[in-house]
T-cell receptor, first 115, second 114 residues
Framework: DGGITQSPKYLFRKEGQNVTLSCEQN?????MYWYRQDPGQGLRLIYY???????QKGDIAEGYSVSREKKESFPLTVTSAQKNPTAFYLC??????????????FGPGTRLTVL | AQSVSQHNHHVILSEAASLELGCNYS??????LFWYVQYPGQHLQLLLK??????LVKGIKGFEAEFIKSKFSFNLRKPSVQWSDTAEYFC????????????FGGGTRVLVKP
């Protein structure tokens, strides 16, 4: 089955610990994205990557870090510097289209709770 | 700041009622417009999209949306809802000037009572 997988589905961490969320896609998509979803705020872009070994900050990158060493993988690390890390995290991907845009496809999400 | 606004945070209606969800954006220039839906416990999935052409677009499950450029709006409609339409709905905009990024509205939670 082609798609985007995120693991784990639920994650609990103590305050002050870094945690890494996994995102893998087998759609051969060029670009990958991380969003954070909070009630009433929709989805907000944390980081995105349009090609391997390159990524850009989104609107709320502070306290997060990413890497893109392989086309199919885009892990997100929530660091202890993130002041309010408890949220639902969504990963997405799409094909890059020169001069245009392709719809994004989304993974099932990881709900992170920091105690 | 450029943004996407959804007017209603929560909507409650009965089966067979009509649904209209508002979406306005503040980007100038060329835009690509989307409505996504998130059913309870499921992935975010695309309902419909507008890139160009006929401003009235039809999507899955009987939904449609109308792009009104002069009003910077892309409202979602369904003439007769079902209990299974209970979900959260998100409007999203890709502004060509912003590159390969989407900006989402705050979402509208829709509860359809049987």
């Amino acid at each position: 089955d082609g798609g985007i997988t995120q693991s784990p589905k639920y994650l609990f961490r103590k305050e002050g610990q870094n945690v890494t969320l996994s995102c893998e896609q087998n759609l051969n998509h060029d670009a990958m994205y991380w969003y954070r979803q909070d009630p009433g705020q929709g989805l907000r872009l944390i980081y995105y990557s349009q090609i391997v070994n390159d990524f850009q900050k989104g609107d709320i990158a502070e306290g997060y870090s990413v890497s893109r060493e392989k086309k199919e993988s885009f892990p997100l690390t929530v660091t202890s510097a993130q002041k309010n890390p408890t949220a639902f995290y969504l990963c997405a991907s799409n094909f890059r289209l020169a001069g245009g845009y392709n719809e994004q496809f989304f993974g099932p999400g990881t709900r992170l709770t920091v105690l | 700041a450029q943004s996407v606004s959804q007017h209603n945070h929560h909507v409650i209606l009965s089966e067979a009622a009509s649904l209209e969800l508002g979406c306005n954006y503040s980007y100038g220039g060329t835009v690509n417009l989307f409505w996504y839906v998130q059913y309870p416990g499921q992935h975010l999935q695309l309902l419909l999209k507008y890139f160009s052409g006929d401003p009235l677009v039809k999507g899955i499950k009987g939904f449609e949306a109308e792009f009104i450029k002069s009003k910077f709006s892309f409202n979602l409609r369904k003439p007769s809802v079902q209990w299974s339409d209970t979900a959260e709905y998100f409007c999203a905009v890709n502004a060509q000037a912003a590159g390969n990024k989407l900006t989402f509205g705050g979402g509208t939670r829709v509860l359809v009572k049987p």
